[in-house]
């Protein structure tokens, strides 16, 4: 068995595992077929307002899941207020969106087809009547759910977009060689620096997790690194008093098109204080791949993020943590060894 084969044995086994912890039966996650039918109206344009917009307009396959732009981009170019994450190892993801709003891939699949500065369907109603209309999706749809095209449901359609999304895996960096195999050949000394910095005195691990049998660099909690804060700061009760009033509205809507409540973070799905500014850890893994960087896309570069992660764990132990230029480099040479050999070369996973 070559290494190749290795690595998707290893990710097959992995997904399984996803999918029977979060309740979801293998062998219907796991279908091929409903992977390919997701893959499809993933990539769909023609699900959108304007006929040009998709999920994988943002999820760029070639950008690690991500489109690379400062913040998401919709139809008739309009911005949206917060950073693409990538979708590659999403089915770690305990939570969805930044502020978490979303529990499940599914639920989280319904919001971008009908939001107005996404894909803007006037409705779901809009979504599923085009795909029960299509003569390719009707065979599909009745070959993966035994469903005729009179009863094919936005259920469906979310089940299989999430389980496209599920079958996005990406854990065999040369990190994950090293760990494997502890050859030293396999990451740079400098990498491994790195690393030594990255669980101890850098304490980046304390967020970004490294567990077993596969390290998800992520705590799937929320935390404040005062990203954006100052912004919203002089208004911050107006701004508050303002989106607890209108919970009527679609509360993604109103993060999407207001840059003022998307600084709110976590407080605008919980209305607890304590959550003002807070955002969902993001992987690390593939993280070289995927700037510019934090839920507002404001970072550039990732050795900038490296220094505000490194201010941050300062201010929680209450004294500077001071890193040599060199202990700098290795932290990055380090974050670089967890981008996937394939995702690097703009194959999929």
Same mark, same amino acid.
């Given at each position: 068995?070559?290494?190749?084969?290795?690595?998707?044995?290893?990710?097959?086994?992995?997904?399984?595992?996803?999918?029977?912890?979060?309740?979801?039966?293998?062998?219907?996650?796991?279908?091929?077929?409903?992977?390919?039918?997701?893959?499809?109206?993933?990539?769909?344009?023609?699900?959108?307002?304007? +006929?040009?917009?998709? @999920?994988?307009? $943002? =999820?760029?396959? /070639?950008?690690?899941? !991500?489109?690379?732009?400062?913040?998401?981009?919709?139809?008739?170019?309009?911005?949206?207020?917060?950073?693409?994450?990538?979708?590659?190892?999403?089915?770690?993801?305990?939570?969805?969106?930044?502020?978490?709003?979303?529990?499940?891939?599914?639920?989280?699949?319904?919001?971008?087809?009908?939001?107005?500065?996404?894909?803007?369907?006037?409705?779901?109603?809009?979504?599923?009547?085009?795909?029960?209309?299509?003569?390719?999706?009707?065979?599909?749809?009745?070959?993966?759910?035994?469903?005729?095209?009179?009863?094919?449901?936005?259920?469906?359609?979310?089940?299989?977009?999430?389980?496209?999304?599920?079958?996005?895996?990406?854990?065999?960096?040369?990190?994950?060689?090293?760990?494997?195999?502890?050859?030293?050949?396999?990451?740079?000394?400098?990498?491994?620096?790195?690393?030594?910095?990255?669980? +101890?005195?850098?304490? @980046?691990?304390? $967020? =970004?997790?490294? /567990?077993?049998?596969? !390290?998800?660099?992520?705590?799937?909690?929320?935390?404040?690194?005062?990203?954006?804060?100052?912004?919203?700061?002089?208004?911050?009760?107006?701004?508050?008093?303002?989106?607890?009033?209108?919970?009527?509205?679609?509360?993604?809507?109103?993060?999407?098109?207001?840059?003022?409540?998307?600084?709110?973070?976590?407080?605008?799905?919980?209305?607890?204080?304590?959550?003002?500014?807070?955002?969902?850890?993001?992987?690390?893994?593939?993280?070289?791949?995927?700037?510019?960087?934090?839920?507002?896309?404001?970072?550039?570069?990732?050795?900038?993020?490296?220094?505000?992660?490194?201010?941050?764990?300062?201010?929680?132990?209450?004294?500077?943590?001071?890193?040599?230029?060199?202990?700098?480099?290795?932290?990055?040479?380090?974050?670089?060894?967890?981008?996937?050999?394939?995702?690097?070369?703009?194959?999929?996973?």
């Amino acid at each position: 068995m070559n290494k190749q084969q290795i690595y998707t044995l290893v990710s097959a086994v992995i997904l399984a595992c996803s999918v029977i912890s979060s309740g979801y039966s293998a062998d219907m996650v796991t279908s091929i077929s409903k992977i390919k039918l997701g893959e499809r109206l993933f990539n769909d344009k023609h699900l959108s307002a304007d +006929g040009a917009t998709s @999920c994988a307009t $943002c =999820h760029i396959p /070639e950008k690690a899941f !991500a489109d690379g732009l400062r913040v998401a981009k919709g139809i008739s170019g309009q911005l949206g207020t917060r950073n693409t994450p990538t979708l590659l190892n999403v089915n770690h993801a305990t939570s969805l969106f930044w502020d978490g709003r979303r529990a499940t891939l599914e639920e989280q699949a319904q919001d971008p087809f009908i939001n107005p500065r996404e894909q803007g369907l006037k409705d779901h109603e809009a979504i599923v009547k085009a795909v029960q209309a299509d003569t390719g999706y009707q065979s599909a749809f009745k070959q993966v759910f035994g469903a005729s095209s009179s009863v094919i449901t936005l259920a469906h359609i979310t089940q299989a977009l999430a389980a496209f999304e599920r079958s996005l895996i990406a854990v065999d960096a040369p990190y994950d060689d090293y760990v494997r195999t502890h050859d030293t050949h396999v990451i740079s000394e400098s990498a491994r620096r790195g690393m030594e910095l990255f669980q +101890g005195r850098a304490r @980046c691990v304390s $967020c =970004h997790l490294m /567990e077993a049998p596969v !390290a998800t660099f992520t705590d799937n909690q929320f935390h404040s690194l005062g990203i954006g804060y100052r912004k919203i700061e002089p208004r911050l009760a107006e701004i508050t008093t303002h989106l607890a009033n209108n919970r009527s509205q679609p509360l993604d809507h109103q993060i999407i098109s207001d840059a003022e409540i998307s600084e709110l973070g976590r407080f605008a799905v919980t209305l607890n204080p304590r959550d003002i500014a807070k955002f969902r850890t993001p992987s690390l893994r593939n993280v070289a791949l995927t700037a510019p960087y934090m839920h507002d896309g404001s970072i550039a570069t990732l050795e900038e993020a490296v220094d505000i992660e490194v201010y941050y764990r300062g201010i929680e132990l209450n004294r500077p943590l001071i890193l040599t230029p060199q202990e700098r480099t290795d932290l990055v040479t380090f974050l670089q060894a967890l981008t996937s050999p394939y995702v690097l070369k703009k194959q999929a996973p």
